[in-house]
Structure formats: structure tokens, C-alpha cells
């Protein structure tokens, strides 16, 4: 039968092969040509099949890279998240360290200190000391020895450390010890350890919220393999509990993986956990030595990858599925190389800033704190503009009414003109004629004290400018004055003080591109710094002198055409610096101010803002007993 089909398919392609005449000739003909036709259709089979294969398999392995490489950057996010969080609160304690107060070593003196920044960074829940023999008191009242604890341990031998969560002695609460060694003051080695306990709930969110795909979930392990946080509380030890480390565990797989996580390894493997495949994504901390996973059921990740086999299982049966599968796949992997080009991307851009992050954790205090001020600024300002709108808005309403009833007692004193007695001694009592003469002027008061808190909370809400976080053009002038307004009371004469005058000279300025609330930022410390200079310099000379010669601080504007920058003068004639202030005036940690009036940070927050922020420049220029000039030079439009 097959033959017969075959004969009736080739007599259609070409009668002449089945022609009476010459058959032997023929049926030769048809044979050599039947061969060649398979051969053909054989190598072309082959050729296409193996060329299938090989894409599926291409495919496949990028695809499957590619959609475990999202799972791995993910669990990367996760880590960044606790990292970053870890930085700011060892950076809290290790400036903590170096504070003349705790430096001293006299607890009584330290106690109510370190119990006000418990209160101020809330994360915290105690602060303790420890001396170099391990003995240790804290704010709340406990005396313990920490000798064979982890993080006095690596303290005490000059590590800033985030130890292994561990059951608080004092709070009997399981908590994170962050911990920093506080310098000696002749002596190489720490005079002491300066800890501070944190609860581990910021972790506990990070792996909460850290998921890929139904079913999937994350955890995190300290350096001993054992669950810090995971899905499953009864894995996390507790004070009535201690936690198996998953190093002891009956599944040989998550023994495995556990052991690579404890030597601080990177990788996404597939193992079956509580009887289900699943791909597990791992990478360490960089501010513990922590590791934390993310779990992948091993459909949320292959999904994908159903329909390229189900094409492939078709391509082995079909030549003309074959060609077009082949075809398909061509395209599938030109889109995959599409997408792993910008998976790679997108990963250096995250390792890129990484490392910005990486470089900006000395001043994660700072921002935090300036960030919470704008906030808490924009806030006021919005709370205090609602009902100064709503007064002044009525005030112009009730001119007109009391005017319409001042009116109107007026026509009744013409219409009658003699009142009653009782009237009579009312008016006399009230003194209409001065009710009369003053409500206006009262009414007129009103609307310019509104009119001025009016000016005020709009000066607040531009120099916070929260609504601005990326780089716009802005007029520079409108910043100086915004931050002039909020100074405005350091400005003004008090019975202890003199006025500080302030002399603008401002240039035809362009709109600048640039951060408008980090630049007002720069202007603000600065401005602060000026009137602290002033207000010490004005103690040391007398009225005459203050009279001839006044404090002042002058404000001058320009442009540099040959730059193409903006040059913002601010001058003082304060007490001015000698040169080795000068010199240090911007390095992190450096003040001439007594404790408690400042870190150090502001300064070279501006230097980080204006030079990294901005590729500008920032110089200084003083002389002692002569004042103090900055020279600020920003860029007409970025050059980031």
C-alpha cells in the first residue's frame, strides 16, 4: 500500500518516469533518484534535528540561567537591605566610641547620656559598657560578665562587629549586639567595648517580604548555621529553646548548601527540601557573617521552560514543525540573549551602586537625620498653612462684615437718635467711637501677621523641597533666601546679643541645574556655622566697636563664563580660623564646637554634596580675627 501511495506521489511530480517506453532505463532512473531524494531528506532531517537539539539546548541553558540569575539578584536585594540597615546602626555605635563622653569611662556620667540616645535612635533597646576584663553594666540597670560572648570578644580586639543573635542576659529577648571598641587615650588597645542591642525584627521583615512566586519563601542564617529568622518560628531559638543549626540536619542536601552559606559561598542550586524540588538562591552579608537564602519552588522557576520542551518533543517528529521550531527558537534566542544583555546590565548598574552605597556609609547618620528635619519641616509647614490659609482667607470676610455692622450702627444712630438709658450706658461702657476707630486697624493687623506666617511656611516648604529628590533647574537666589528666612531669628537683635546685618549682592544668576534641597542643605550649614563665628566674635568686642564696625554677612553672586559655573561668595567677619582648622575644615569627625553642639558632619557633608553631588568645588578662605569667606562654584547644568 505504501508503495502504491509513493508511485502515485512521484508520477504527480513527474509523469515522464512512469512512461511505457524505456522502462528499465526509467525504473533505473527513479531508483538513483529515490535515493538521492532520501539521502537528502536524510542529511536534512539529521542536519535539522541536531541543529534543533542544539538550540534547545542553547536555549534552554541560557533561559534557565537567565531566570535563575532574577532569583539570585533578588536574594541580593534582600541582603543589601539587612547590609544597609546593619551600617547605619554599627556606624551609630562606633561614633557613639569616639564621643568625649564615653571615652571618659565614668558611667555615672555616661549612664544618662547613653540612656537619651537609647530614646533618640529607637531601634536600640540598651546601651551597656564593657571594660577590657569583660565586666559589663548597662542602661538598664544589669551587671553581667561578657567575657565568652562573640562580639566583646572581637571588640575588645578593635572590630566594629554585628555578632550572631543571641538571648539578652538583661532582656532575656533575642537580640542583635552591635558592638564598637572605644579608644584609649594613650594606649594602643581598646579602653573598653561600647554595645548596643537591637532586636532582629528588621531582619525578620527583610526575609518576610523577600519571596519569588507562589509558594516560595526566604531565611537567614548566623555564622553557626542556625535560623535567624524563618517562615517556621520553631526553627528560630528562643529563650525557652534553643535552634538546631541546619548543619545537624537528616536532609544531606540542606547540610550541603548550609555548609557552603557558613563559608560565605554565592550560588543558586536545586535541592528537594521537605519533599519538594526547589532551587535555593544563597549570598552572604557583608556586615555579619550571616548568609541569607531565598527559596524557589522549581516550577516558579521553569515555568518558562514548559513550552520550549513541548516544541522540542514536536521537532522530533515532524521535519516541517522542525524547520519552523528552528526557526522560533532563532528568535527565542535572540530575545533571551536580548534580556541576558539586560540582566547583565541592570546587575552592573546594581553593583555600581552598591559601591556608591558603600561609600556614602561614614555619613548615613547625617542624611538620616537631615532627611527626618525636612520631613518633619514639610510637615509643620503643611500643618501650619491649612489654618493660616483659612484665617487669612475669613479675615477679608470679616473686615467686610465688621465695616457692613459698623455701618449699620452708624444708620441707627442717625435714625434714632436718641436712644434708651440702658443703650446709652452700654456705649458709654463699650466706647463706640474707639470700637469704632481701632476694629479696622485690628482687622488690618490680622492680615499682615497671617500674610507673614503665610511667607514662613512658604519658606519652609522650599527649602525642604522633599517633592525634588532628583536634579531640576532652580534659581539659587530663592534658596539663599528661603534659608535666610528660617535663620531669620539668629539674625535679629536680642537683649544678648547684637543684630547680625546681612549685605546681598546678588548677579543675574540663570536657573541652575541641580539638587535644590542638598544645595539649600550646603547653604544652611554654612549660614550656621557664620552665625556661631559671629556670636562669639561680637562677646569679645564692645558696643563702640559693634557700632562702628557691625557684624555682618555678606552674600555675593556671579558667573564664571569660562567655567560655565556658578559662583555663590558667602563672608563673614567673625573670629576667622587658623590654618590647621582651615585645612581640616572638611574631614569627617572634625569640629572645634563642644560636645553636644555638633559630630563633625556638616561640613563635609557639604564637601560631599557640592564635589561628588554636583563636580563642583568648595574652597575656604580665612584669617584669624578677620573673618572667614566660602567660595562655592556649582555648574550651569550637570555634568553627571
Known amino acids: ?78 541582603q543589601d537591605d539587612i547590609d544597609n540597615w546593619l551600617a547605619l546602626r554599627k556606624t551609630e555605635i562606633k561614633t557613639l566610641a569616639n564621643s568625649v563622653v564615653v571615652r571618659s569611662l565614668d558611667w555615672p556620667v555616661m549612664e544618662p547620656y547613653l540612656q537619651s540616645e537609647v530614646k533618640r535612635l529607637q ?30 570578644q572581637r571588640s575588645i580586639a578593635g572590630e566594629t562587629v554585628a555578632a550572631d543573635p543571641i538571648i539578652g542576659r538583661t532582656t532575656n529577648q533575642l537580640q542583635i549586639q552591635i558592638s564598637s571598641p572605644i579608644p584609649a587615650k594613650t594606649d594602643t588597645k581598646p579602653a573598653g567595648v561600647l554595645m548596643g542591642g537591637i532586636p532582629i525584627n528588621r531582619v525578620v521583615e527583610v526575609i518576610g517580604n523577600l519571596h519569588q512566586g507562589k509558594g516560595s519563601y526566604a531565611f537567614a542564617l548566623n555564622s553557626q548555621g542556625v535560623p535567624i529568622a524563618h517562615p517556621n518560628r520553631e526553627l528560630i531559638g528562643t529563650p525557652e529553646k534553643a535552634a538546631q543549626s541546619f548543619l545537624k540536619s537528616p536532609n544531606r542536601r540542606l547540610v550541603e548548601i548550609t555548609q557552603q552559606m557558613v563559608a560565605k559561598r554565592t550560588n543558586i542550586e536545586l535541592a528537594q527540601l521537605d519533599g519538594k524540588w526547589s532551587y535555593v538562591a544563597y549570598t552572604p552579608l557583608r556586615e555579619a557573617n550571616w548568609s541569607v537564602a531565598l527559596i524557589v519552588p522549581q516550577e516558579n522557576i521553569e515555568s518558562p521552560l514548559q513550552a520550549l520542551n513541548l516544541l522540542a518533543t514536536v521537532l522530533g517528529g515532524l521535519l516541517l514543525v522542525g524547520l519552523i521550531g528552528a526557526w522560533r527558537q532563532l528568535q527565542l534566542y535572540e530575545q533571551i540573549s536580548d534580556r541576558a544583555f539586560v540582566s547583565n546590565q541592570q546587575a552592573q548598574e546594581l553593583s555600581k551602586t552598591l559601591k556608591e552605597l558603600q561609600n556614602t556609609q561614614a555619613q548615613l547618620i547625617h542624611t538620616e537625620k537631615m532627611s527626618s528635619l525636612g520631613q518633619l519641616v514639610a510637615g509643620v509647614a503643611h500643618e501650619i498653612n491649612n489654618p493660616a490659609n483659612f484665617i487669612h482667607a475669613n479675615l477679608n470676610h470679616a473686615s467686610v462684615y465688621s465695616k457692613d455692622i459698623l455701618d449699620l450702627l452708624k444708620l441707627y444712630e442717625q435714625t434714632y437718635p436718641n436712644p434708651t438709658p440702658e443703650i446709652s450706658d452700654r456705649a458709654q461702657d463699650l466706647d463706640i467711637e474707639f470700637l469704632a476707630e481701632d476694629l479696622p486697624k485690628l482687622m488690618t493687623s490680622m492680615q499682615v501677621g497671617t500674610k507673614r506666617i503665610r511667607q514662613i511656611v512658604l519658606s519652609l516648604r522650599n527649602f525642604s523641597r522633599l517633592d525634588e529628590a532628583d536634579m531640576k533647574f532652580v534659581d539659587i537666589h530663592e534658596g539663599l533666601d528661603n534659608t535666610l528666612m528660617i535663620l531669620n531669628h539668629r539674625l535679629t537683635a536680642t537683649p544678648d546679643r547684637s543684630e547680625i546685618q546681612i549685605v546681598k549682592k546678588y548677579g543675574d544668576l540663570p536657573l541652575v541645574e541641580c539638587y535644590a534641597g542638598q544645595l539649600n542643605q550646603v547653604f544652611m550649614n554654612i549660614l550656621v556655622n557664620a552665625i556661631d563665628a559671629l556670636e562669639e566674635a561680637s562677646e569679645k568686642r564692645s558696643f563702640e566697636n559693634l557700632k562702628t564696625n557691625p557684624i555682618q554677612i555678606k552674600l555675593q553672586t556671579q558667573i564664571d563664563k569660562l567655567s560655565h559655573c556658578a559662583i555663590v561668595q558667602i563672608y563673614d567677619n567673625g573670629i576667622g580660623m587658623c590654618e590647621d582648622v582651615k585645612q581640616r575644615v572638611f574631614d569627617h569627625m572634625f569640629t572645634t564646637r563642644p560636645v553636644g553642639k555638633g559630630i563633625g558632619l556638616g561640613m563635609a557633608i557639604a564637601y560631599q554634596i557640592v564635589v561628588d553631588k554636583h563636580r563642583g568645588t568648595i574652597e575656604v578662605d580665612s584669617t584669624p580675627g578677620c573673618g572667614t569667606e566660602f567660595t562655592i562654584r556649582i555648574p550651569l547644568t550637570s555634568k553627571n
Open 1 to 78: 500500500m505504501m508503495l502504491k501511495l509513493r508511485k502515485s506521489w512521484l508520477k504527480k511530480i513527474n509523469p515522464r518516469w512512469y512512461a511505457p517506453t524505456n522502462k528499465n532505463y526509467y525504473s533505473l532512473k527513479l531508483r538513483s533518484q529515490n535515493l538521492l531524494l532520501l539521502s537528502i531528506v536524510v542529511i536534512l532531517s539529521i542536519s535539522i534535528s541536531a541543529t534543533a537539539i542544539t538550540s534547545y539546548k542553547i536555549v534552554k541553558g541560557l533561559l534557565l540561567d537567565s531566570l535563575k540569575e532574577q532569583a539570585l539578584l533578588k536574594t541580593r536585594q534582600g
Open 123 to 152: 531601634p536600640f533597646l540598651l546601651m551597656a559598657l564593657s571594660a577590657p576584663d569583660g565586666a559589663l553594666i548597662n542602661t538598664q540597670g544589669g551587671y553581667t560578665n561578657v567575657n565568652d560572648r562573640e562580639f566583646f
